[in-house]
């Protein structure tokens, strides 16, 4: 009778076997944007190979991504000679890798500890002439979005809305205003330049994103005490022609150069989550990382899909996307600071925490991030609390840092150096 069993057990087995084998399996698919397509098979599979035994581990090739982020965590100086070749050798690098070697540059130029708490404040919403398909501030999806066009708010208030930010920790302070250019704008170009020089007054630091903007203009906001002009270029120069068309990548590039030139700081970064591969997040890289000086900061934003627009059904970026973006920009550009942005509200403590160590060291805080929600001061406070972090001063920068020898065991001090010096 166990015979009979085992028997029909086996019988029964081959069967379930013989189904599975038959029926192509499907696909996983991968949780970071990936360059080739998703392929599913027509022909059912072949028949399953006999193990084989583990075989050892092979070293990096010569070369290889390994190597090129080991090469560029040792770095002692900025270079913006970057090939997209190489930024695409690092980007590959096996994540945790990574990570790591971006952790170990951050720490050669910046103080780790240290997050930089930027207040953004819409200071005119809507009505923009302009199409990208990401923006509710377009009044081409004005229909579709319910968001109303505003006038430039008053001096006063938008200084009431900067010491709020200041007294709750925050340091820098920008400013973003709904349109395409500043051309014919003479009331509001002033009115900003008062903006400006009263957020100076506050020993803040100031940033601005008014669209395109030449030279002349400019230098006005520099000599109101402008310290950084936002500008992003949002994605690599392949991907951006699906997601602006009344706007040229050579057009954002000669604002940059334009705000370069007048010696202003440059700030310029790109949104994640606009239907593009990896191989764009290696170009918006190359991008900014071949400027003639890298940018002041780089802003890493996730699309928040907004209902209305043109992007408004799209899934989250995978956060492995967001995080490898992050440790690539920070080895090609040592010196930058790279702020998570927009849809930092959808990451975990622990995501934000990993993006810190990977080399991140600024955010958005505070009411409201333009159109969008933003992490709040009080909840900022408390994470940074929490893993020991601390507010960045005012107009603190990037630099190679003396690399100081580890502090003797006897001058930590505390049982732990007790029972160290104990179990020795």
């Not at 229909?143 to 007294?167: C, E, I, N, P, W």
Request: charged share 25%; net charge neutral; glycine share 8%.
């Amino acid at each position: 009778m166990a015979l009979l069993k085992g028997s029909r057990y086996i019988t029964q087995t081959a069967a379930a076997h013989s189904r599975r084998a038959s029926t192509p399996p499907s696909l996983r698919g991968f949780s970071t944007v990936i360059d080739q397509p998703r392929i599913v098979p027509t022909e059912p599979p072949p028949p399953p190979q006999q193990p084989q035994p583990p075989q050892p581990m092979q070293a990096p090739r010569s070369g290889g991504a390994l190597e090129a982020a080991n090469r560029a965590a040792s770095a002692r100086e900025v270079r913006n000679t970057w090939t997209k070749d190489e930024i695409r050798e690092v980007y590959n690098t096996p994540l945790m890798e990574l990570a790591f070697k971006s952790a170990t540059i951050h720490r050669k130029f910046h103080n780790p500890s240290e997050i930089q708490m930027c207040t953004l404040m819409n200071i005119k919403t809507g009505g923009c002439s302009e199409d990208c398909s990401y923006c509710a501030q377009s009044s081409r999806y004005a229909k579709t979005t319910g968001l109303a066009a505003t006038k430039l708010s008053s001096v006063d208030s938008v200084l009431t809305a900067a010491r709020t930010a200041k007294s709750n920790g925050s340091t820098r302070f920008c400013m973003g205003a709904a349109w395409r250019d500043m051309r014919g704008r003479k009331t509001s170009l002033r009115n900003i330049k008062a903006m400006v020089e009263g957020v100076r007054g506050l020993d803040m630091e100031v940033c601005v994103t008014l669209g395109m903007i030449d030279q002349a203009q400019a230098e006005e906001l520099r000599d109101a005490g402008l310290t950084a002009y936002n500008h992003n270029v949002d994605t690599s120069r392949e991907h951006y022609p699906s997601v602006i068309t009344t706007r040229s990548y050579d057009e954002r590039l000669a604002t940059l150069e334009a705000v370069r030139t007048a010696g202003v700081n440059v700030c310029s970064g790109g949104i994640l989550g606009l239907g593009e591969k990896a191989e764009d997040h290696v170009g918006l890289i190359h991008t900014v990382g071949t400027l003639r000086e890298h940018p002041e900061s780089f802003p890493v934003n996730a699309l928040v899909p907004i209902k209305g627009t043109p992007l408004g059904d799209r899934e989250p970026i995978a956060f492995d996307a967001m995080l490898r973006t992050i440790a690539t920009a920070r080895l090609v550009m040592p010196k930058t600071i790279i702020r998570i942005a927009a849809g930092r509200t959808t990451m975990s403590e622990e995501k934000q925490v990993l993006c810190f160590m990977a080399g991140a060291n600024a955010v958005f805080t505070g009411e409201k991030m333009l159109t969008t929600e933003c992490n709040g001061w009080d909840e900022d406070k408390e994470m940074f609390q929490r893993y020991g972090l601390q507010p960045m001063k005012s107009f603190e920068r990037g630099h190679l840092r003396e690399e100081q020898p580890a502090a003797p065991l006897e001058i930590l001090g505390g049982d732990y150096a007790h029972e160290q010096t104990a179990s020795a």
